[in-house]
């Protein structure tokens, strides 16, 4: 009798950006097992529910079921696909994008990507439109995500990099969150907080957030900010840190700029104003004020309720500036810390894998920098224009702009706002690609030609956790049948379109010589030289003994745990900007018509579009079908009861759901997980189209500065159905 031998691979959990260690346990070509890497500095061992059932989501019956295996073509929209070969698919796409550019010119394709695609497919999907297309319609969903954080650390610190680490929490005398539920959105990191309080009584949490969430319920002091005031919450707390004397004159003198404009400014938000604003108590904003300002050590950590809003950059930046005023900056437990929501949005800020960004923190704007990259790359140059956002992409294709669509391991029929416009978008463009691991995801429907890609278990590459920390992607068994690597089927691709498009290959045979995920790490690596982010000193065998932060530059040994302990940042004259920014309301205020604010967030259980979480039975214990979660008191005023179905509709759209009484939602708010998709959530636009999901009701509208959408916030009514 033979005995197969239990496999055990190191690698990185495929959910959020906490980014825990995990190690694999496979049997022949099964993954039979998963279990918290302990030696990982970002978990040590332990893993969330989501974490520790990654093996049983591979094996499921449904995952397996929904697994693309060979790449399938329609002939026509609406046609059942049909099974061709890698040559026959890559040829036609290459033919139809070579065709539509030569027709209408770059900017007429579009590529939308996925902050859970590895740093090495980010890079080439960049240097295919940017390097050998010649457009910058590369974006990502990271735009949903993290696109606000980037500009709010660029505006003020100079650049995009988060100053801190994990360890920072068992430093803090105070911690500061706000617009996130770590408890369900980055547990793993969520238990270290929970450590670090029982090990320092002393240690105080302040949560602000319109929900009382299970993060918000275990606080010291709960803030219940009305939603998208977080701006006037920030310069409210400032005004009373000037007033009580806890801001650090000689830190501000020594290394900052444009203190004095932003203190005439916030001094209208007196503790009144401010809390009245934000429809909180004033005495609390005092309270947080004086904790705020009196601790050696303040470390604010935030997420999508400061990003996901129309004026997302302004939140980040206002919340920086509380860290400048006091000097809670580059020491052990300080900072400001954007918590990254997927599990390499940071590695495809890393390469510039979005439409206003360029390789290694480059600024699109710069001549020098796309020169610099140009350079790099071998090519004449990189446009200058900035590519079409997330948003912008798919207004651009539902106007006829953008002709053909290359989509990557993201579903924006379900994840992108005002979906009766995206889902018009993918119709009326004449070339969809989507390239996936699933074929259940609701963008599939769309697609002309589908690339099967490989999943968790089968990659190999690299992912970036929030705190800057690169860990290896390592393959525990091999692709089934005809899976591909996403970045193989872009230089696939990619090789084809240089012997259709050979205008800009300047003389090169290829610019996708690549053999090997590390090749193109190393090409991504040497063009971080002398950059913010320099890893030129890292390198894949160093990545297989142990994940590193960066930067690590050639020489170092290891890389950075904090940045500006020098108080230098990284800007002209080495000075961080405090930011002048001022308080706007959200772009769609409730009002008589749309009395309800509705957010939206996440569940404890389920990873964005479920395509994954959906598959396994056991993670919908927790929260069984989706519901519209209200306010009791509110119920009673409409008549309702728990289970009740109502009409949720906004300026968009209306969707039928049952109604749910929570103690977490304020009067007039509402809210709804975003994971539901077209299973579980359906209505229709005021001219009877279908739609799906919670994005039915969200607003297009955008932060002007990050283009992040406000997915956080929507003016709506609720209404009890009249069912016949
Ligand atoms: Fe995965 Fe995030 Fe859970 Fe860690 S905290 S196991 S990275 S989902």
């Known amino acids: 009798m033979t005995t197969t031998l239990v496999r055990q691979t190191k690698s990185t959990c495929s959910y ?46 449904v995952s397996l079921q929904a697994r693309l295996l060979q790449p399938q073509r329609r002939a026509e929209r609406g046609a059942a696909p049909q099974t061709v070969g890698w040559d026959t698919a890559l040829d036609e796409a290459a033919d139809r994008f070579a065709d539509i550019v030569q027709r209408h010119g770059p900017d007429a394709v579009g590529f939308y990507i996925s902050g859970q695609l590895l740093t090495e497919d980010y890079y080439v999907f960049n240097k295919l439109a940017k390097g050998l297309i010649g457009t910058n319609n590369v974006d990502t969903n990271s735009r949903l995500c993290m696109s606000s954080a980037v500009a709010g650390y660029k505006q003020t610190l100079g650049a995009d990099a988060p100053p801190n680490c994990y360890d920072d929490v068992e430093h803090a005398e105070v911690i500061f969150i706000v ?13 270290r907080i929970e450590d670090a309080r029982r090990a320092n009584p002393k240690l105080k949490l302040i949560v602000a957030d319109p929900r009382r969430t299970e993060t918000a319920d275990v606080a010291d002091l709960y803030l219940p900010l009305l939603p998208g005031t977080d701006v006037a ?21 020594a290394h900052t700029t444009g203190f004095d404009a932003l203190k005439s400014t916030v001094r209208d938000y007196t503790p009144k104003e401010a809390a009245r604003i934000c ?13 705020f300002g009196s601790s050696k050590s303040t470390l604010s950590l935030y997420c999508q309720g400061l990003n996901q809003s129309s004026s997302g950059t302004a939140k980040n930046a206002a919340l920086v ?6 000097g809670q900056i580059g020491k052990p437990g300080a900072g400001p810390f954007s918590l990254t929501g997927q599990p390499n949005a940071m590695g495809g800020r890393e390469v510039g894998g979005l439409a206003n960004l360029l390789s290694a923190h480059r600024d699109m704007a710069n001549p020098e920098h796309r020169a610099e990259v140009a350079r790099l790359w071998g090519v004449a140059d990189v446009p200058a224009t900035p590519g079409k956002t997330a948003i912008e992409m798919f207004d651009a294709a539902a106007r006829g702009e953008i002709k053909a669509l290359w989509i990557s391991c993201t579903n924006p029929a379900q994840s992108l706002p005002d979906q009766p416009t995206v889902r018009r978008a993918l119709q009326r463009a004449e070339f969809v690609v989507v390239q996936e691991a699933f074929s259940t995801t609701a963008t599939c429907a769309y697609a002309d030609l589908l690339l099967p890609a490989t999943t968790w278990g089968e990659k190999d590459g690299t992912v970036t956790n929030s705190e800057r920390r690169i860990s290896r992607v390592r393959p525990a068994v091999p692709p089934p049948v005809q899976a591909r690597h996403d970045w193989q089927a872009v230089v696939g691709f990619a090789r084809r379109l240089e012997s259709r498009l050979p205008g800009r290959l300047n003389g090169q045979a290829t610019l996708f010589p690549y053999a090997t995920p590390e090749e193109i790490w190393n090409e991504h690596r040497e063009s971080t030289r002398g950059r913010d982010l320099d890893i030129t000193g890292m390198s894949y065998a160093m990545l297989e003994r142990a994940p590193q932060q960066w930067p690590l530059p050639q020489g170092a040994t290891a890389g950075k745990a904090r940045l500006y302990e020098d108080g230098r940042f990284p800007t002209p004259d080495g000075r961080a900007r405090f930011a002048n920014v001022a308080y706007t309301p959200v772009a769609e205020p409730r ?18 579009g479920m395509s994954r979480t959906g598959t396994l039975g056991r993670l919908f214990g927790h929260v069984p079908e989706p519901a519209v979660e209200m306010n009791a008191q509110d119920m009673v005023r409409l008549g309702l009861k728990d289970g009740d179905l109502v009409y949720v509709t906004s300026r968009r759209a209306a969707l039928l759901l049952p109604a749910q009484a929570s103690q977490q939602v304020a009067s007039a708010q509402a809210f709804i997980a975003m994971h539901w998709g077209e299973e579980y959530l359906s209505g229709c636009t005021s001219t009877g189209e279908r739609v799906y999901g919670v994005n039915a009701l969200t607003t297009p509208a955008f932060c002007p500065t990050s283009k992040q959408p406000e997915l956080k916030h929507a003016a709506v009514k609720i209404l009890k159905a009249e069912l016949p």
């Open 16 to 61: 959020c950006g906490v980014g825990c260690g995990v190690i694999i346990e496979s049997k022949g070509d099964q993954i039979t097992g998963v279990r918290g890497d302990p030696d990982h500095p970002a978990n040590f061992g332990r893993l969330c529910t989501k974490g520790s059932t990654l093996h049983l989501t591979a094996a499921a019956p």
């Open 179 to 191: 617009g996130s539920n770590t408890a369900y959105a980055h547990p793993i990191l969520f238990r």
């Open 233 to 253: 919450l920030f310069h409210g707390m400032l005004h009373l840190l000037m007033w009580d004397g806890h801001i650090d004159p000689a830190y501000i003198a």
């Open 279 to 291: 429809g909180i108590d004033e005495a609390a904003l005092v309270q947080a004020a004086q904790w």
């Open 321 to 326: 500036n509380l860290h400048l005023a006091t």
């Open 591 to 608: 009002e008589a018509r749309y009395p309800f604010s509705l957010t939206t967030g996440r569940l404890r259980d389920h990873w964005h």
